[in-house]
């Protein structure tokens, strides 16, 4: 039997220091933290910047991963032996018997011949021997369960006669039999040993010894390495060393490819299938003191036999180079100083050529300084070591042997780092040195290699990482892919466990790591490298970086069958803001959908996953209730009510709101009930989506999606609908057990709308209106959409990244699509009202996907007929209105609401229909109108009218007025046709009017009371005419009947209008009162021309009488009649007290009142009975109608237009207006800074309204004739009646006196003088006409004024006295004649 000694005491060869090196002087290289190592390089791990931290902050500062130190301690253990050095050449040679053999002494000579052979002849290139004289160990191995324990004895005391006591020794073992091995455990003794050696090597042990086999032929056995300067023959040694353990496999079967025929077995995924057959126990027959025993031996080896052999060799080079090599090389080194001048002789061509293939004779004193410092450097003797490589590193580089200079170099460093108490500084330039003489002169990447693991550990020990970084990144090459990547990473590792980390460095680094992973075929370091890199460049806002990285994690996590962690990636290409050009995105979504695609084949009856694309703004999800406006037909127009195309307008909305509560409250007697909510048929981001809302079955629920497409390439979604889930319930309301969770599986319960094909171009924002059609009654939960997602675009190869395995390119990919969903995810406004909520962030709930569909309702549709969209000023216009009931519920209590009553009518209540004249239906006329006779031209026709009739009562809300439909009941599929009549706002412009249409169901349902329907209408108005009116008291103090109290209206009347509606001229056909006190008698008007024609821009004025009603008529009128008296220019008059002329009166005068209110409120409530009635001597409410027509030239064809103006007249002496006026601005006042009064609101009227208190009037004749030359003065008589206008007391002083006596004033009016009294002093009871008596005196003939009289008047009780302005009104002449 024979052994071979590299197979059993791999302990004993002089590689020990790679494979197991072990630097005494550096305790941070004998201790690694694998947790922490292991930690910070998972990349799954949740904080790395927290384990970054940690290794900053810890005392050990290495930084270095599992995989590379087993790397490492593989590749150095595989490194062959070489000539320029002696680390890997044995030492000794054990040569090992069992004393069961028959004759053992003669089995140690066979292998001790068998060893000189070996080591003596030439065939054997390997292994390599350190000196000539090689020691031989004997060991006897006895096996104690089963031999003879008195025959190895005397075996053993033949061999120390033979080989000497320090040369043999007997090894006892088994002490214990196998079956006893199964009683007690003890640990395995070898596996801490043989975890370190490569599985190939186990493999050896475990087949048992090998016999010695020569095929010295064999030209397989010819082991080319990296950079060795020659082959090694490896005649006669196992199969384990042919291959060297870190070569890429080259096996041709599929069977032994992991990862394709690329994959590489590292040293780790070796451990990592050993450890997976763990069924081998070794050493379970040794007991304890078998392992002392064992210990011992391995001793007395050592102490007795080994280190003396190394002492005595160390002794003998020592003394052969002082004897051979002393003289000789001094003579040598001055015989080349002395000839060369210390130059370099010239060398051969060969030598030249190729420095590094310079061989030393094996007696060469260089090689024997070399032996003798590896010697030393093995007994850990550094500083003897240090000066041998040193000095042998001079002599090699004085023969330029730049491969053997190169190794001294290395070792000299080694040496001098790991000297006791670092008597040195560690020589880094040697290393340096070293390394680029391997790389570039020796071409030896494999011992460059070794130089640079060796150097770049030291230096991360001295926590010099910057350098060690740099080293590693300097052997970076494209000669070995799976070398340059654990060398990058470590670089990177160095980067980051710097004094002040440098991240990004870290992250680039780890890239470039995981690119050569890659290409050295290991996918899974290389996804770990780029996940670790992503940390870094997460968020950090290089979309292209984090696009790069995330589409190799992508590649990767696909390549090794992790199909979610592709998608994932994938996913973050697409839904970040990419900066990416179009084909390359393009590139992007294809990859996903192929991946996509492969993970959703895996479970396809499973739920179906989410879609990154297109984005899907939630929160602008609008939802709509309700059927989709019908367009205009002809002259049908449909009403606008609400739909997805209108804008959200906050202030619209507002306006609906208060329409709704409005006539909801006029329905519920003036109360908005507790749970009344506005009904909100469109849903959105602005609306109050606290409530669940409410749907009416057999109506569509349409769902607005925003979707936009954040890609520079088109988007194709197919087969688009929403997902929803549907809880039913039976008619009572109780819930059924089934909840129905399907998209279109139940067409029964909802139906839902496929949209085939949705296209999204490139970077556009899209909606997409889907809609479902509830059958039943229940809950409804609309949850996402699902669709195919798609592109149509061709794949296309870009950047050089080429398609997926089975990602098809061209043309085929347009049917590519992927079929997914999205979920509806709304967020609800953030909650501000409690404490609780403003220090905390909390949402309230969103609900407007969330609808319960409730039992059937009426539904309402209402057409306009004939409906303008222009008008002038004032014009009516006859339209009609047509209600529609499309359900299968009756309808009733339909009334509309309008902020503008004023605007429109339906009619008063007393006729259904405006009787037509037959002149008013010749011209189309819109009023009832009746022929008159000439002699009733320029006199009033009185009638009257309840202003109840017309919607305008006491307590009555002018806005909400109900629609008169026939028994109050619209039935279903019936319809009505009203007439409806419009009158032109007084304001020229656009006008926005709303209508509400208010109904209910006969059948009272709990939840929904009631519905609306809305509708805006737009209308466009002309300038037409623009009238004023005054009304002053008249001079006259009795009418035809005796009494006092007659006034004069004036009315101005402008024709306003630049023919914008092709418009000639007006013609005022009418003007009319309405009072319930006053009343137009007649037209007093000087003109003889009584058509009142009026062109553009020409002005009209008239002057009415104007009468109290009589006292019968005013006692027997109701509190809401009022008096309609007409005034025709024409020859028909038009009924004013009927619809629609008394419509838009009683609106308008409503309206009027109304705007009035706010300022009547501001006045203090507690003004006196007397000084309320002091006030309403100057109010009046006579109110003016004018009624015009106008003539329209439009398509060569005349049209005439009606309409009509008001005026309404509160005070006396006080112009009003048919329309507002615009207020101009005030300007600007300086600012002043002053202390506010509390001055109490006067309860005293105005002196306007004092003023009117007293009413004069001068009786004398126009002209007197006097005959100055006969009589110097003339004496005229002139009554002053004074007439009380209020019913309280007036203390009246009339004074005579002249108030100017100018000489200007003197030549107007001349002089006169008032006889008697000048000044009188009465009191005027409740409405008392009092008479003075007076007499003017003249001297000259002449034209006077007798309007001079000042007349002062004052409450009986109060002190302020204030002058009339009766006298100023108008100037009372006479005329003076001489005769």
């Keep these: 039997m024979v052994i071979f000694p590299y197979q059993k005491i791999a302990f004993l060869k002089s590689s020990a220091p790679w494979g197991m090196m072990s630097f005494s002087g550096r305790d941070s290289w004998e201790t690694k933290n694998l947790d922490r190592s292991i930690k910070a390089s998972v990349p799954w791990y949740s904080n790395w910047k927290d384990t970054l931290m940690e290794m900053k902050e810890s005392s050990l500062n290495t930084a270095t991963t599992p995989w590379f130190e087993s790397y490492r301690e593989t590749f150095l253990q595989s490194m062959p032996a070489s000539d320029h050095e002696f680390l890997n050449h044995y030492l000794a040679c054990m040569l090992v018997a069992s004393s069961s053999e028959a004759e053992p002494m003669e089995q140690f000579g066979k292998l001790s011949q068998e060893q000189h052979r070996i080591q003596h002849n030439n065939d054997y290139s390997y292994p390599k021997w350190f000196i000539p ?24 005391e033949e061999m120390k006669q033979k080989y000497g006591t320090q040369g043999c020794y007997l090894l006892k073992i088994n002490s214990r039999t196998s079956n006893q091995a199964s009683d007690e455990q003890i640990p395995d003794p070898w596996s801490q040993y043989l975890q370190k050696n490569s599985i190939q090597n186990q493999e050896s042990y475990e087949d048992g010894p090998c016999t010695i086999s020569s095929n010295k032929n064999s030209d397989s056995n010819l082991l080319s390495l990296d950079g060795l300067d020659n082959e090694v023959k490896v005649d006669g040694l196992p199969n384990n060393f042919r291959a060297h353990p870190l070569q890429l496999d080259s096996s041709s079967d599929p069977s032994n490819n992991i990862d394709g025929p690329d994959h590489v077995k590292s040293a780790s995924s070796l451990h990592e299938t050993k450890k997976a057959n763990p069924g081998i126990i070794h050493g379970a027959c040794l007991t304890l003191t078998d392992h002392d025993r064992i210990r011992q031996f391995v001793q007395e080896f050592t102490f007795r036999g080994l280190l003396p052999h190394i002492e005595k060799t160390i002794r003998q080079l020592n003394d052969q180079l002082i004897s051979r090599k002393g003289l000789s090389r001094s003579l040598f080194s001055a015989t080349k100083k002395w000839f060369s001048g210390s130059k370099v002789p010239e060398k051969s061509i060969n030598e030249l050529k190729n420095t590094s293939g ?59 780092f790991l000297q006791q108490g670092a008597a040195r500084p560690y020589p880094a330039h040697y290393m340096d040195t070293a390394i680029q003489t391997y790389r570039d002169i020796c071409k030896n990447m494999i011992l460059a290699e070794r130089c640079v693991l060796l150097s770049a550990e030291i230096l991360k020990s001295q926590s010099k990482y910057s350098e060690a970084a740099a080293l590693l990144i300097r052997l970076t090459s494209e000669d070995s892919d799976l070398r340059s990547a654990l060398l990058l990473e470590q ?30 075929g290991q996918k899974k370091h290389a996804l770990r490298c780029y996940c670790q890199a992503m940390q870094v460049y997460k968020g950090k806002g290089w979309s292209l970086a984090e696009d790069h990285i995330n589409f190799t994690i992508g590649r990767q996590s696909y390549t090794l069958r992790q199909l979610d962690n592709a998608v994932s990636a994938f996913r973050h290409i697409l839904i970040n803001e990419s900066k990416q050009s179009a084909a390359q995105q393009g590139s992007f979504l294809r990859e996903y959908l192929y991946v996509y695609k492969n993970v959703s084949q895996l479970s396809p009856d499973g739920p179906l996953p989410q879609l990154p694309l297109p984005y899907i703004n939630s929160s602008a999800t609008r939802v709509f209730f309700g059927h989709d406006r019908r367009p205009a037909d002809g002259e049908k127009q449909a009403a606008t009510h609400v739909s997805l195309d209108q804008e959200y307008d906050n202030e619209s909305s507002q306006q609906w709101r208060e329409l709704e509560e409005q006539v909801v409250a006029l329905v519920n007697k003036g109360v908005i009930p507790p749970n009344f909510h506005p009904t909100q048929y469109c849903l959105n981001s602005f609306s109050d989506n606290s409530r669940f809302p409410l749907a009416v079955v057999e109506e569509p629920i349409t769902v607005e999606v925003a979707f936009r497409n954040p890609l520079k390439v088109p988007l194709l979604l197919t087969n688009l609908s929403l997902l929803w889930k549907f809880q039913p319930k039976d008619c009572s309301g109780k819930n059924d057990e089934e909840v129905k969770e399907l998209v279109a599986s139940e067409p029964e319960m909802i139906g839902t709308e496929v949209i085939s094909e949705f296209l999204i171009n490139s970077e556009e924002s899209k909606v997409a209106r889907l809609k479902l059609f509830p059958h039943h009654i229940g809950e409804l939960h ?97 339209a009609y209105v047509e209600f529609v009931n499309v359900s299968k519920c009756p309808l009733t209590g339909l009334k509309v609401v309008c902020k503008r009553p004023e605007f429109f009518t339906f009619g008063g209540n007393t006729t259904a229909l405006t009787p037509l004249s037959p002149s008013a239906s010749e011209n189309c006329s819109a009023y009832k109108t009746v022929v008159t006779e000439s002699t009733s031209v320029c006199t009033a026709l009185t009638s009257s009218a309840s202003s109840v009739d017309f919607g305008i009562g006491i307590g009555s809300q002018p806005e909400v007025i109900p629609v008169p439909l026939p028994d109050t009941v619209l039935l279903p599929g019936a319809s009505v046709q009203l007439p409806l009549w419009l009158r032109g706002p007084d304001e020229e412009g656009v006008h926005e009017i709303n209508f509400l249409f208010y109904y209910e169901s006969v059948k009272k349902l709990p939840k929904i009371r009631h519905r609306i329907l809305r509708h805006t209408a737009v209308i466009c108005t002309s300038r037409s005419l623009n009238a004023r009116a005054t009304v002053c008291r008249s001079n006259s103090l009795e009418d035809e009947e005796g009494r006092g109290g007659n006034m004069l209206v004036f009315v101005d009347v402008e024709n306003i209008n630049t023919s914008e509606a092709g418009v000639k001229e007006f013609h005022i056909v009418q003007v009319s009162s309405s009072s319930k006190h006053w009343k137009l008698q007649k037209s007093v008007n000087l003109s003889e021309n009584k058509d009142a024609k009026l062109g553009s821009r020409e002005k009209g004025k008239f002057c009415f009488k104007a009468i109290r009603c009589k006292e019968k008529e005013v006692a027997t009128q109701s509190s809401e009649d009022y008096t309609f008296a007409d005034i025709i220019f024409g020859n028909e008059q038009i009924i004013s007290s009927a619809s629609p002329c008394a419509d838009f009166f009683y609106r308008s005068l409503s309206s009027e009142l109304k705007k009035a209110q706010p300022s009547a409120h501001t006045e203090k409530q507690s003004v006196e009975d007397a000084v309320r009635l002091i006030q309403k001597c100057s109010e009046v409410d006579l109110n003016v109608v004018i009624l015009w027509k106008a003539y329209v030239v439009e398509d060569s064809k005349q049209l005439i237009l009606e309409g009509q103006h008001h005026v309404i007249l509160h005070t006396v002496g006080k112009e009003a207006y048919s329309s507002p006026q615009k207020q101009e601005p005030p300007e600007m006042e300086p600012l002043k ?45 002139v009554t002053l009646l004074l007439s009380n206008c209020s019913k309280a007391d007036v203390d009246v002083i009339v004074d005579l006196r002249h108030k100017t006596t100018s000489p200007e004033s003197l030549e107007i009016h001349g002089s006169f003088t008032w006889l008697g009294q000048t000044q009188y002093k009465l009191q005027l009871k409740s409405e008392e006409i009092h008479s003075l008596q007076l007499k003017a005196c003249f001297v000259h003939t002449g034209v006077y004024n007798l309007g001079t009289p000042r007349v002062f008047a004052k409450l009986s009780d109060q002190v302020t006295v204030f002058e009339t302005s009766q006298q100023n009104s108008m100037p009372a002449l006479i005329i003076i004649n001489n005769v």
């Design 491 to 520: 670089a990177a590792h160095c980067f980051i466990n710097m004094k002040s980390p440098m991240v990004r460095k870290y992250a680039f680094h780890m890239i470039l790591a995981g690119h050569r992973f890659s290409k050295a």
């Design 1233 to 1277: 800074f002053f202390r506010p009064e509390n001055t109490a609101v006067s309860s005293r009227p105005s002196v306007e309204q004092l003023s009117s208190l007293i009413k004069t009037s001068l009786h004398y004749p126009e002209s007197l004739n006097h005959p100055f030359h006969q009589k110097s003065l003339c004496l005229v008589p």
């Design 358 to 416: 310079l061989l030393y004779p094996p007696e060469a004193p260089e090689l024997q300084i070399r032996k003798m410092a590896d010697l030393c450097f093995l007994v850990q003797h550094y500083d003897l070591a240090y000066s041998c490589y040193h000095t042998a590193k001079k002599d090699f580089l004085n023969d330029q042997a730049m491969l053997y200079a190169a190794g001294a170099l290395e070792m000299a460093a080694v040496s001098a």
């Design 133 to 156: 004289n090689t020691l031989k160990y004997y060991v006897l191995l006895h096996d104690v369960s089963a031999g003879d324990e008195q025959r190895a004895e005397s075996i053993y």
């Design 782 to 878: 609309i949850l996402g959409v699902v669709y195919n997602l798609g592109t149509i675009q061709g794949s296309t190869t870009v950047d050089g990244i080429g398609a997926l395995p089975g990602c098809h390119t061209g043309k085929q990919s347009l049917g590519m699509s992927v079929r997914g969903r999205q979920d509806l995810e709304i967020q609800g406004p953030r909650l501000n009202s409690t404490k609780e909520e403003k220090t905390s962030i909390t949402y309230g709930p969103d609900r407007r996907l969330d609808p319960i569909i409730v039992e059937e309702m009426p539904l309402l549709e209402v057409f306009f007929i004939h409906f303008p969209t222009g008008l002038l000023c004032g014009e009516i216009r006859k």
